[in-house]
Structures are given as structure tokens and as C-alpha cells.
């Protein structure tokens, strides 16, 4: 996974003036679109679009500074015009084109990346690979930004605002695996990016074939493959290092990507006040 990182960063660096064509790059490289761009965003820390618009607007400030006619520096770039040029040149540097030619800077650089897989060894995940048929995710769902760390609040408040009764009603409809209550995340932002909304859904896993209330949320999940990572620890922060260790260690090192689809969390345990839980993590995958 590492060479197909840094293969795809030479071929953006190559031609920072052109559209890159991320998916075909994903097929040639044997994995999809969704796993190169999730892998980028969870190793380097930020997505993969932010990182072509930073190493473009680096470059193209050399060009400014230089004092090339704006107009031919915002095409070269695959801007249609100077004014979209230069609001994108201001979002990366804080300043227009015309502020730094005539002060020369601040400009923020955004120095080409080079991957490296580190081995230390001194984690050791607890994985298992469940083959599933298709069946249903069945409960309450919202739309809720994604938060990296720490606690969601406005996950928190949505689950705290149903009922005790309407917990236990969904336990009774739990019919398959993944067991017991789930918090289940869908239409997750390809680049992981921050704040962009995903589809949270607070239910239980039901059969493909089980009736299901009219006053509930279905999400039908395809059958395949799953990646299952049980944590135990602080909460969340244990599940959020597992997600980040899965795209560091777990992923570069098995012949599995992710695939687009649902990720399932089933809480099998935890203390009365959530400090700490024992956590399944289940994410969607098949072999490259």
C-alpha cells in the first residue's frame, strides 16, 4: 500500500496544471478509489484533494513570485480564472497573488510527501475476517459531521435523546451479527475530511429477509467480506486508535482494502459511566 501511496504522489508532483484521474490510478494500483483515498487521508493526516491543492498553490507561487501573467498562471493550474485562482492561492497562503508580489510572502509551503512504513512490532490488533450474507442495519439515523477525536456531541445527544424503552426495543430486533446495539456509520466522505456529514445510525443488525417497523431507518448492507477489530480500553479513544492503526498497520501489511459500505461498531462491554468498553470494530473489505 505504501508504494501505491507514493507511486500516486509522483504522478500528482508530475503534472500539478491537470485533473489527476484518482480512480484510474486506484485500478491500475489493484484497489478502489475509496481505499487509496481513505489509506492517504488516515496515514498523512489530511485528504488527498487538500494535498494536491497545497503542492498546486506551492508551486503556482513560484510562478506569482516570478511575476508571470496571472491569467496564464491560473490556467496552467486548471483554474478558469484569475479570481478562482486567487481564492484558492489565499486559502492556502492567507494572502492574494497581488499581496505576495508585492511583499514577497508569507507563502505556506507544502513540501512533496514520501512514505515510509515504519515496523515497530510492538502492537499486536486482534482481527478476525467474518464473511457475512447481506442483511439490514435497522434502527434511528441522523446526519452528523465527522469529529476525529473525542466524543461526537452531536452523536451523544441523539442517542441520549431516545427513550430507555426504544433501546430495548431495538435489542429484541438485533436477529444477526454484528450482535446487540451498533453505532453505525454510512456515506462517510471518501477523503475522511473533517466536518463533512456521514449518516449515523443508532440500531441493530437484522436479517435480509426480517420484517422491519415502519417508524424505523434501514440501511441494506451487501454481503461479503469483514474486517472485525476488537478493542478494549478508554472510550472512544481506544476505538479511534484502532481505526488509525488499522490504515498504519493492518492494512499495508494484509492483502485486504476497504470497499465502500458501512462501518459497524458493536459495544460488547463497558463501565456504567462509558469510560472504558470493549468494542468490536467492523469494517467492509475485500481481497486485492
Known amino acids: 500500500m505504501i508504494a501505491e501511496l507514493n507511486r500516486l504522489i509522483d504522478v500528482i508532483d508530475d503534472d500539478l496544471s491537470q485533473d489527476i484521474d484518482i480512480a484510474a490510478l486506484a485500478r491500475e494500483s489493484g484497489v478502489t478509489e475509496y481505499h487509496l483515498r481513505r489509506m492517504f487521508s488516515s496515514l498523512v493526516g489530511m485528504p488527498l484533494s487538500e494535498y494536491i491543492r497545497r503542492r498546486r498553490m506551492t508551486v503556482a507561487a513560484a510562478a506569482v513570485v516570478a511575476g508571470d501573467p496571472l491569467l496564464d498562471i491560473a490556467v496552467r493550474f486548471g483554474y478558469g480564472s484569475t479570481e478562482a485562482f486567487g481564492r484558492a492561492f489565499r486559502a492556502v497562503h492567507g494572502s492574494s497573488p497581488a499581496e505576495v508580489r508585492v511583499t514577497g510572502g508569507p507563502l505556506r ?21 467474518a464473511e457475512r450474507p447481506a442483511f439490514r442495519l435497522v434502527g434511528h439515523a441522523t446526519r452528523v459531521p465527522l469529529i476525529h477525536e473525542g466524543i461526537n456531541p452531536h452523536i451523544q445527544q441523539f442517542v441520549a435523546a431516545l427513550p430507555a424503552s426504544e433501546h430495548a426495543r431495538l435489542k429484541g430486533l438485533s436477529s444477526t451479527e454484528p450482535s446487540g446495539l451498533l453505532q453505525v456509520s454510512d456515506g462517510v466522505d471518501p477523503d475522511y475530511r473533517e466536518g463533512t456529514e456521514l449518516t449515523y445510525l443508532h440500531g441493530v443488525a437484522t436479517d435480509a429477509a426480517a420484517s422491519v417497523p415502519a417508524d424505523l431507518d434501514v440501511i441494506e448492507v451487501e454481503a461479503g467480506e469483514w474486517a472485525v477489530f476488537r478493542t478494549s480500553g478508554p472510550y472512544p479513544a481506544a476505538l479511534q486508535e484502532a481505526y488509525a492503526a488499522s490504515a498504519s498497520d493492518w492494512f499495508p501489511s494484509n492483502p485486504w482494502q476497504l470497499r465502500p459500505g458501512p462501518s459497524i461498531v458493536a459495544v460488547l462491554d463497558r463501565a456504567d459511566d462509558f469510560s472504558t468498553a470493549t468494542t468490536e470494530l467492523w469494517m467492509p473489505i475485500a481481497r486485492r
Open 109 to 129: 509551503t507544502q513540501p512533496k510527501l514520501r512514505l515510509r512504513l515504519t515496523v515497530e512490532g510492538n502492537t499486536t490488533m486482534d482481527t478476525r475476517i
